[in-house]
């Protein structure tokens, strides 16, 4: 059967908007998400039909049931509500009212986004059997990440799949990607402390020079993914922080330096920190200084299910034409959506916002970052349909083979 749903998406899009401009305003950071999961809870309450819980403190879920007859199976359909501990410099009406915080990274429109589909959705039960389950995730953006808590809350019991969405600055509105495999990049941390012996900087042979060991350690890191890596397997290793010193005339003690590491295959997650350890222990060793490695595992990379991210790939075709493909290479940076993905099969795809003559270019986590608003409208239709095919009575292949 077809179903024309783009009445219904039609008439959700204002209040989507609405919505989406709202929580821009009224910005929480991870873990602290009490008024955002509030507000998403009261807009629920509103739509008939659905049944509400509050898996953890600063999450919400809604539990949908079709009416159409047949072999009843659960989807899952996820979106994040946190925002970034970053000074908004946009200027628009709609800017956060709460200094210090910002929905950088679209957060806020990925909340919107899946109350407009709830909205749609709960109009359309005759036409889809079985359950959706619309996961409103606290914290995707701290590690250990507002996922595994959801997971533990028993929000994936009985779940078939799993599909979630960002809306990408870096893809331009009107294009969408769908990556097999790979998608995202695992996250870990790392936290160097380089222990050397301070004195005089007039007097550098007197002391263990703590800055220049660093200096070598920087150096050398890089060499762990230009020569110890292979070149097919794609890896990160970035020092993003150096702490020491207090003076110009003395050299430190001590110096501190963090960065993160990024991966997509386990070995060779494991390798860096093996190589990393190697590293740091010969040249502080061959300068007679000391140290200390402490590496913080972070989410494990987006692994897309094949079958599913070809099943909503094809849904996207079908909506919007061949055209609306854009090929996208898989991101170094981290989604805790994986945590969904080590149990049940998931895909997470990219629905482009860019736009570059209205001068949204920023790239995710910058202070200027936006989105092209119209792009709210593709990412909840993707949800729409995608639910209504999986579950509805448009049959899609679900297998491994074509």
């Known amino acids: 059967m077809t179903i024309d749903v783009r009445p219904l998406l039609d008439s959700v ?17 991870s873990f602290q998400e009490v008024k955002t999961a509030a507000y998403v809870y009261e807009a629920l309450s509103s739509i008939e039909g659905l049944e509400l819980s509050r898996p953890t403190r600063t999450s919400v879920m809604a539990r949908l049931t079709g009416e159409l007859p047949g072999v009843p199976k659960v ?22 009212r709460t200094d210090g915080v910002m929905h950088a990274c679209g957060h806020d429109a990925h909340t919107a986004v899946l109350l407009g589909a709830v909205k749609v959705l709960a109009q359309l039960t005759a036409h889809f059997c079985g359950e959706i389950r619309f996961l409103f995730q606290h914290a995707e953006e701290v590690p250990p990440g507002g996922a595994r808590e959801m997971i533990a809350a028993g929000v994936l019991d009985g779940v078939d799949w799993i599909i979630g969405a960002h809306l990408w600055s870096h893809l331009a509105l009107g294009k969408m990607a769908f990556i097999e495999g790979p998608a995202m990049a695992a996250t870990d941390s790392f936290r160097i402390v380089v222990k050397g012996k301070g004195g005089h900087a007039a007097s550098p042979h007197r002391t263990i020079d703590s800055i220049a060991i660093a200096a070598q350690v920087i150096t050398n890191l890089q060499h762990i993914v230009a020569r110890n890596t292979s070149a097919f397997d794609q890896a990160v290793v970035s020092v993003t922080q150096i702490n020491g010193g207090t003076a110009n005339n003395v050299i430190p003690d001590a110096v501190e330096l963090g960065g993160t590491i990024r991966t997509f295959v386990p070995d060779v997650r494991e390798q860096i920190v093996r190589r990393m350890e190697t590293v740091v222990g010969g040249i502080t060793q061959a300068h007679e200084a000391e140290y200390e490695l402490t590496v913080q595992p972070g989410y494990q ?20 034409g061949a055209g609306c493909i854009e090929p996208l290479n898989p991101s170094m940076g981290g989604e805790d959506f994986s945590a969904y993905q080590t149990v049940i099969p998931g895909a997470y795809f990219f629905v482009g916002a860019g736009n570059a003559e209205q001068g949204i270019v920023y790239p995710h986590h910058h202070p200027r ?5 119209q792009a709210m409208a593709t990412q909840t239709s993707m949800f729409v349909r995608a639910a209504l095919t999986l579950l509805g009575s448009s049959h899609v292949n679900l297998s491994d083979t074509d």
């Open 13 to 29: 899009q204002d209040e989507v908007v609405a919505w989406r401009r709202y929580l821009h305003q009224h910005p929480e950071l």
């Open 301 to 320: 990379a987006v692994m897309n299910d094949p079958a599913l991210i070809r099943a909503l790939r094809q849904i996207a075709i079908e909506a919007y």
């Open 75 to 96: 989807l899952a359909v996820r979106a994040d509500m946190d925002a970034l501990p970053i000074q908004e410099q946009n200027e628009f009406e709609f800017v956060s």
């Open 369 to 373: 970052f936006t989105i092209d608003e």
